[in-house]
Structures are given as C-alpha cells and as structure tokens.
C-alpha cells in the first residue's frame, strides 16, 4: 500500500504558476504508475498527466506545453509544475498511484486527499 499527501495548491491570477508535490509513503515507491487528476465542481475527475517509474509521461491534450510531470524517487515524491495557468483550470487536484499503468484514466488504486488550485482571470 501506499499513502498519498499532496501539497502546493493556492489562489493565483490567469497566467500564473504553482508547483504541486505529492509526497508518498509506505510502499516502494519507484515501482508505482503515478498520475495527477483534478476535478472542477460539478465536473467528472479528468486526468492530467501521468508517470511511470523510468520517467515515461503522458499528459492531457489541454494541458501540453504549460504542465510538467515529475517525480523524485530518491524522495518518494511527485510533482506537477503548472505554468500559463488559466480560470480552466481552477479545480481540486489529486495525486494517484497504482502498481498498473492506467495512465490518464481514473482507475488507480490509491489517491491522495487533493489540494485545491484557483485562478483568476
């Protein structure tokens, strides 16, 4: 099992940035499909982008060339830079892990509690 704890969320204006961490515990952590999500209100959880333990990644169409997927194994942690962030993208983000590589899709086995990204326009 895995224990999932994200962090980094806030209130930013259109066009800003912020840097979400995901700090794992428990199981070995370099084995595990990783993968962020976020859900606006009223909206079905979406992924984001996802990584697997060599570094491969995957992202969402509406997020290419603004959002970064990362991870530190030596840490145990993931992490997602968001730059030229917009009020689209206003929404809880999760972080998600799994010994399967489900890549974007919502199947992951284990989910962080979620921190909350706002922008304003």
């Known amino acids: 099992q895995v224990h999932l704890v994200e962090s980094g969320g806030g209130s930013v204006q259109s066009g800003g940035s912020l840097r979400l961490s995901c700090a794992a515990s428990?199981?070995?952590?370099?084995?595990?499909?990783m993968a962020w999500f976020r859900q606006a209100p009223g909206k079905e959880r979406e992924g984001v982008a996802a990584?697997?333990?060599?570094?491969?990644?995957v992202y969402a169409d509406f997020v290419k060339g603004r959002f970064t997927i990362s991870r530190d194994n030596a840490v145990n942690t993931l992490y997602l830079q968001m730059n030229t962030l917009k009020p689209e993208d206003t929404a809880m983000y999760y972080c998600?892990?799994?010994?399967?590589?489900?890549?974007?899709?919502?199947?992951?086995?284990?989910w962080g509690q979620g921190t909350q990204v706002t922008v304003s326009s």
């Open positions: 428990g199981d070995t952590y370099n084995t595990y499909y």
């Open positions: 998600a892990a799994d010994r399967i590589g489900w890549r974007l899709l919502a199947q992951y086995n284990y």
């Open positions: 990584i697997d333990g060599d570094g491969s990644t």
